[in-house]
Antibody
């Protein structure tokens, strides 16, 4: 079965770029109808959707983060990535990658999640 | 885009039923039948409990059910059990985004 695993630095300095990768195992990132997504959760707070990339490569981003976010996919490595630029302490959170289903008989839900990775923005 | 509105907390005794509401707008909850619900225990990733308003994934107890009326979706948990104590989040898919509710902490008394 498909599993997701986030990886990347746990500490990023203010004003720098946060870079995370999500590795997809147990299935091909190119097959099926899915949006590969990033979601974050500050400590003690709720979930915030960051953005998604479709199998075709098209993207959608949270308007509040759009100017700083880039999501890309590397099919050769079965991975997708998040880059968030000009980070501040407010970007400190647990970052999750997740698969959103976009199939005719099952649409619009995040059915598989990574375990999450904590990213702290601090000098 | 604004987050969907959920009550901050709900509580119930074992065996009872509770309902968590999730209010959006005609541009999200009311405009799409793509509301989903997630359960999150402390320190864990969210788990999908309901998709497309009222469908349960394989393996999710039939004590969990979902519905929608207008711009408000609801999650009902019947026969409350201690293991149901967790945070619950609703989400709505739109053609340009996904929105989450602020989350509801369920306490089983």
């Amino acid at each position: 079965q498909v599993q997701l695993q986030e990886s990347g630095p746990g500490l990023v300095k203010p004003s720098q770029t946060l870079s995370l990768t999500c590795t997809v195992s147990g299935g091909s990132i190119s097959s099926g109808s899915y949006y590969w997504s990033w979601i974050r959760q500050p400590a003690g707070k709720g979930l915030e959707w960051i953005g998604r990339i479709y199998t075709s490569g098209s993207t959608n981003y949270n308007p509040s983060l759009k100017s700083r976010v880039t999501i890309s996919v590397d099919t050769s490595k079965n991975q997708f990535s998040l880059k968030l630029s000009s980070v501040t302490a407010a970007d400190t959170a647990v970052y999750y990658c997740a698969r959103l289903i976009a199939a005719a008989d099952w649409f619009g839900a995040f059915d598989i999640w990574g375990q999450g990775t904590m990213v702290t923005v601090s000098s | 885009q604004s987050a969907l509105t959920q009550p901050a907390s709900v509580s119930g005794s074992p065996g009872q039923s509770i309902t968590i509401s999730c209010t959006g707008t005609s541009s999200d909850v009311g405009g799409y039948n793509y509301v989903s619900w997630y359960q999150q225990h402390p320190g864990k990733a969210p788990k999908l409990m309901i998709y497309e308003v009222s469908n349960r994934p394989s393996g999710v107890s039939n004590r969990f059910s979902g519905s929608k009326s207008g711009n408000t979706a609801s999650l009902t948990i019947s026969g409350l059990q201690a293991e149901d104590e967790a945070d619950y989040y609703c989400s709505s898919y739109t053609s340009s985004s996904s929105l989450f509710g602020g989350g509801t902490k369920l306490t089983v008394l």
